[in-house]
């Protein structure tokens, strides 16, 4: 393990020490970062990527609030649902009520005599005399003898 060395900053090529990335840590730091993955602090640097930052910030606002403003009638829409909703749930209830007070067996019998239909004991009789039964020979069933012999030892 490499320990960092305690001596003061360095001076930068111009002689000034390096600000606030100076002294005996950010000194072994600089030699152990590799030369080819130098950050670039430079003002136009951090000034371009806060204007990427800013501009990045802005499309997603603008994206943000066009997809609120599409978007603003689905709920006054689900509103409306909701309460249709509840409208034929309760349309619902009452047909079913109303079927069920149609199918009371008091008012299919008024019904079905207003419509023409008479009462069995009320109906007239008509009486014939009914033929007997046509004779049937019995079937013939053949006969088998069947012996059995018993045989005790």
Do not use: C
Not at 48 to 56: D, F, K, M, Q, T
Not at 69 to 75: E, P
Not at 99 to 124: H, I, K, V, Y
């Amino acid at each position: 393990m490499m320990r960092p060395s305690l001596h003061r900053a360095r001076p930068n090529r111009e002689g000034h020490p390096d600000g606030p990335r100076s002294g005996p840590l950010f000194g072994s730091l600089r030699r152990a970062w590799p030369p080819t993955l130098a950050v670039d602090t430079s003002l136009p640097t951090w000034r371009g990527r806060a204007v990427r930052y800013v501009a990045i910030y802005l499309l997603m606002v603008v994206t943000l609030v066009i997809v609120r403003g599409a978007t603003q009638h689905i709920r006054p829409d689900l509103r409306a649902a909701q309460v249709r909703e509840a409208e034929l749930t309760t349309q619902r209830d009452t047909l079913v009520l109303e079927l069920q007070a149609l199918e009371n067996p008091q008012r299919l019998r008024s019904w079905a005599f207003a419509n023409g239909m008479r009462r069995f004991t009320d109906a007239d009789k008509v009486t014939q005399a009914i033929p007997p039964v046509p004779s049937v020979p019995a079937p013939v069933v053949p006969e088998h003898n069947l012996e059995v012999r018993t045989q005790w030892r």
